[in-house]
């Protein structure tokens, strides 16, 4: 089952992660595609969003997040390729970014 409404766009995803961390909205938002996802950076890595829902988040591509050392990184939750994926971003970023924080909708 699918927590996410269908008729919410990525835009509307981001805005509300912006909202409940307490994250100025006027603050600049960069779309980008990394492995063919779109994927948004605000204000320079403070967060680092990907909505993709489709199960195309691998490891390869998280360790492309990291690279950036971003302050938040946020995913849904159906992205992710499997659970294993699911269950090693966590240490993904812990060895390769470990200030970031991790939060999955």
Same mark, same amino acid.
């Given at each position: 089952?699918?927590?996410?409404?269908?008729?919410?766009?990525?835009? &509307?995803?981001?805005?509300? !992660?912006?909202? /409940?961390?307490?994250?100025? %909205? #006027?603050?600049?938002?960069?779309?980008?595609?990394?492995?063919?996802?779109?994927?948004?950076?605000?204000?320079?890595?403070?967060?680092?969003?990907?909505? &993709?829902?489709?199960?195309? !988040?691998?490891? /390869?591509?998280?360790?492309? %997040? #990291?690279?950036?050392?971003?302050?938040?990184?946020?995913?849904?939750?159906?992205?992710?390729?499997?659970?294993?994926?699911?269950?090693?971003?966590?240490?993904?970023?812990?060895?390769?970014?470990?200030?970031?924080?991790?939060?999955?909708?």
């Amino acid at each position: 089952m699918d927590n996410i409404r269908a008729d919410r766009s990525d835009e &509307d995803l981001l805005f509300q !992660i912006l909202l /409940d961390w307490g994250v100025d %909205l #006027t603050l600049p938002i960069v779309e980008k595609t990394i492995d063919e996802k779109t994927v948004f950076t605000v204000a320079d890595n403070e967060i680092v969003a990907c909505f &993709d829902r489709q199960g195309g !988040i691998t490891e /390869d591509f998280i360790k492309q %997040l #990291t690279t950036s050392q971003t302050k938040r990184v946020v995913f849904c939750d159906k992205g992710f390729a499997d659970d294993s994926v699911k269950i090693n971003v966590e240490q993904v970023f812990k060895s390769l970014s470990p200030h970031t924080e991790i939060k999955t909708i």
